[in-house]
């Protein structure tokens, strides 16, 4: 039998929900071999390094895809990793940014919600304020504005 190819059929757009403006920013991932794994980056599949900086003990870096402005990649680079609570150094995925237009309306949409806000701040070395949620399964998501 003859596998059936299909094009993905998107519902309709709800632009009625409070969080309408959501895009998506960047995908971390957090290794305790920072440069090799944005040697390889680079190397194979072409990104391009857009910014570095530290914060506190860890390397950060955002690279980009060879043609496209629009999504970026974070490499966290850190010590050691551990794994026992939310702010774990673990290897691999960290979290997922969506950046948002007004983030304090955001974090008040995610409050009426019952959605814990872990932790927000400034993060002036990228001109962005941040703020950071857990799924039910502990998956990390950052929702981010630009510093006004």
Known sequence: MEEQITSLTFSRKNSESPFNDFKAGH???RTTEYQ???NWYKEKLDFRLIKEWTSGEMQLAFMALPND???LLEILGVKNIEQETYTENKAGYDHICFNVMDLNLTIEELNKRKI???RSFKAP???KRVAFILDPFGNKIEFCEDIK
């Open 27 to 29: 995908y971390s991932i």
């Open 36 to 38: 090799s794994l944005i």
């Open 69 to 71: 402005d629009s999504f």
């Open 116 to 118: 814990n806000i872990l």
């Open 125 to 127: 070395a990228i001109g």
